[in-house]
């Protein structure tokens, strides 16, 4: 396999402290993702070794075998702190059951730049993008193309992940401003494929009229239309990630639009971070990539597979 996951994680050779190495040595970065499921992280995973390889660094994977495993992830920090990475690019499976682990790194003085989902600690800098403004943005999306009105139901990610309770958030506002739209039901899909497929089974058992799907991520909007196609159903389906098969059917009118949350520019911005912090390097305390709805009239500037797309240069990402 891969990546690293917890059966290979005992097996890392043991690194060099410190904060930066001599200039003949490889500067170690380690990643941590939440699961080798999502092609979202694949994205990142991607990005991460592309920006490693052009400066001669090296990255070290860590992903749990069991998706979002809590456990495994803070197995994977002990190990980390046992072999002493240069620095660590950190997506945490949870944003409270991971605060402890983040305080070994921070006390064994690693540092860490923070990927995707916030938390308390300290950081180098944090990367990311504003969830709030993604789910309001692609839950304004679909009503408009609805005309404001119709019977909706709403697949959410993982309930612990603080990007899925900032997208139900922005959902929520926009829900208050288009009154005629009808929540039907709203249901958990853990930001994976096979649960969203088995709660848009549920929705279709339980209702006749389902307009529109409005999904917190595309994957998950991926299993809503395997269980619409199944239940001989059509409906309106919406997600989030903008991943190249929801990207696809875009391209022939499958899916509505999903929201660039661009988790291979992410991962791009996020280990430059770490080389530059390791440099001496100037790195402001956030960096936001913007929002933007992908749909019929741009969607083919993600139809390039993830491993043949270029990072983008840091004066690019960071204005």
């Not at 997506?91 to 995707?116: C, G, H, R």
């Not at 929540?183 to 929705?203: I, T």
């Not at 770490?274 to 001496?280: D, E």
Request: aromatic fraction near 6%; charged fraction near 25%; proline fraction near 6%.
């Amino acid at each position: 396999m891969r990546y690293l996951v917890a059966a290979l994680v005992a097996g890392s050779a043991v690194l060099a402290a410190g904060h930066a190495k001599a200039a003949e040595e490889k500067m170690t970065i380690a990643v941590f993702t939440k699961n080798l499921t999502n092609p979202a992280y694949e994205a990142f995973r991607i990005a991460a070794d592309q920006v490693a390889h052009a400066a001669g660094a090296r990255v070290v994977h860590y992903v749990p075998k069991q998706p979002d495993n809590v456990d495994e992830q803070k197995a994977m920090v002990e190990q980390a702190l046992k072999d002493r990475p240069d620095a660590v690019v950190f997506i945490p499976v949870d944003d409270v059951a991971m605060i402890d682990s983040v305080k070994k790194l921070n006390e064994a003085k690693i540092p860490i730049v923070l990927a995707s989902n916030p938390l308390p600690g300290s950081f180098v800098t944090f990367v990311g993008a504003d969830d709030f403004e993604i789910g309001y943005r692609e839950a304004r999306y679909l009503f408009e193309h609805l005309g404001g009105k119709g019977k909706i139901v709403v697949i959410e990610g993982t309930p612990a992940a603080p990007t899925n309770r900032e997208r139900v958030r922005g959902y929520k506002r926009a829900f208050a401003e288009y009154p005629d739209i009808e929540v039907l039901e709203s249901g958990v899909g853990n930001y994976q494929q096979p649960d969203a497929k088995r709660v848009m089974e549920k929705f279709l058992a339980g209702h006749t009229q389902i307009d529109a799907v409005l999904s917190a991520n595309d994957g998950m909007a991926l299993g809503a239309l395997e269980a619409l196609k199944e239940a001989n159903r059509t409906s309106i389906v919406i997600g989030i990630n903008g991943i190249l098969p929801a990207v696809k059917l875009i391209e022939t009118g499958a899916i509505l639009a999903s929201a660039d949350f661009n988790m291979f520019k992410i991962g791009c911005a996020a280990t430059r971070a770490a080389l530059r912090h390791l440099k001496g390097e100037p790195l402001p305390e956030k960096i936001m990539l913007p929002a933007e709805i992908i749909d019929k009239t741009n969607y083919k500037a993600w139809l390039v597979p993830v491993d043949q797309r270029s990072c983008p240069k840091w004066n690019e990402i960071v204005k």
